[in-house]
Nanobody
Framework: QVQLVESGGGSVQAGGSLRLSCAASGAIGDTNYMAWFRQAPGKEREAVAAFSTDTGLTPYSDSVRDRFVISQDNAKNTVDLQMNSLKPEDTAMYYC???????????????????WGQGTQVTVSS
């Protein structure tokens, strides 16, 4: 089992920044990808970014590329999401996920991830 706990959400004005952190514990070695997903009210869960612990690859969704940066802090055992130039459409509940994926191209498929955190709310006002 892997436990994931998110932190760092909050409210910010458009153009601002937030940093989310996902603390992982347990059988982390069973996974090779950690990712951030988000879900806005009335919308489907959307992949934001992922980190491959095997290769260091970091795929991003088109909607956040060049604004968000995902990184791993080995000392703290966290995967962080630095969010810059935030927009009102970034408002959502953000979830951390972990899983063992066979293919990079499946990184944005939520069904590939076995472990999920409880989520942290991000609200961006215009």
């Amino acid at each position: 089992q892997v436990q994931l706990v998110e932190s760092g959400g909050g409210s910010v004005q458009a153009g601002g920044s937030l940093r989310l952190s996902c603390a992982a514990s347990g059988a982390i070695g069973d996974t090779n990808y950690m990712a951030w997903f988000r879900q806005a009210p009335g919308k489907e869960r959307e992949a934001v970014a992922a980190f491959s612990t095997d290769t260091g690859l970091t795929p991003y969704s088109d909607s956040v590329r060049d604004r968000f940066v995902i990184s791993q802090d080995n000392a703290k055992n966290t995967v962080d999401l630095q969010m810059n130039s935030l927009k009102p459409e970034d408002t959502a509940m953000y979830y951390c996920a972990a899983g063992r994926l066979r293919y990079l191209w499946s990184w944005n498929d939520a069904s590939q991830y076995s472990y999920w955190g409880q989520g942290t709310q991000v609200t961006v006002s215009s």
